[in-house]
């Protein structure tokens, strides 16, 4: 596609439930990035991929968080027994490859906006 | 080591000039700008890859200073669509780190007419 595509947009969902966040990277994008921003902060890290590579993991807060990408597609970020405070905007962006410099720049989808009741 | 970024918010009027400054702890190998309006996703403003290094969008510049390791994003004769929370990200030096971006808490920036 033209950009990075999120969905749903927004989720709002009960404490204790799982829910599942989707991102459709740019075509061609081989790295693959999940940010979560809380009102009014900045963008936290919380996993990459870089094509068959095992994925980094060490911004994920805690085991009820976890994702997955098949290759160089789909994303899926899947958040266990929601807690209140996972209440945030989940952003994803993927950029050409994990490098320094331009081939590195990272173009963010619009987000998934939860909310834990 | 998340970078500090200095305003956290400043109000300008059409037509003044602004600058936001982004420093880090840790050497670094290059920072990048994004600009996110409310509700929309952070759009990439410019990269910065060498010391010293000026780096121009529009009205809108941007310098690194490696040896200090630190960034300034300059806008001049600031425009209504300049409004919005600006974002660096920055690269550290180690091998590991390369294209891990860690961001910056963002600097909200409102441009009233």
């Known amino acids: 596609g033209a950009g990075v595509s999120q969905s749903p947009s927004n989720k709002v969902t009960e404490k204790g439930k799982d829910v599942e966040l989707r991102c459709d990277p740019i075509?061609?994008?081989?790295?693959l990035y999940w940010y979560r921003q809380r009102l009014g902060q900045g963008l936290e890290f919380l996993i990459y991929?870089?094509?068959?590579?095992?994925?980094?993991k060490s911004g994920l807060p805690s085991d009820r968080f976890s994702a997955e990408r098949t290759g160089e597609s789909v994303s899926t970020l899947t958040i266990q027994r929601t807690q209140q405070e996972d209440s945030a905007v989940y952003l994803c962006a993927s950029s050409l490859f994990r490098t320094s410099g331009l081939e590195g720049i990272q173009y963010f989808g619009a987000g998934t906006r939860l909310s834990v009741l | 080591q998340q970078p500090v970024q200095s305003p956290q918010a400043v109000i300008l009027r059409e037509g003044e000039d602004a600058v936001i400054n982004c420093s880090s702890s840790?050497?670094?190998?290059?920072v990048h700008w994004y600009r996110q309006k409310h509700g929309e996703a952070p759009v990439f403003l410019m990269i910065l890859l060498k010391g010293g290094e000026q780096k121009g969008h529009e009205k809108i510049s941007a310098s690194f200073n490696e040896k200090k390791q630190q960034s300034s994003l300059y806008l001049t004769a600031s425009q209504l669509s300049y409004s919005g929370t600006y974002f660096c990200g920055t690269e550290r030096r180690d091998g590991g780190s390369q294209g891990n971006l860690i961001f910056g808490k963002g600097t909200k920036l409102s441009v009233k007419p």
């Open positions: 075509s061609g994008h081989t790295a």
């Open positions: 991929f870089q094509g068959n590579s095992a994925p980094d």
């Open positions: 840790k050497a670094l190998y290059s």
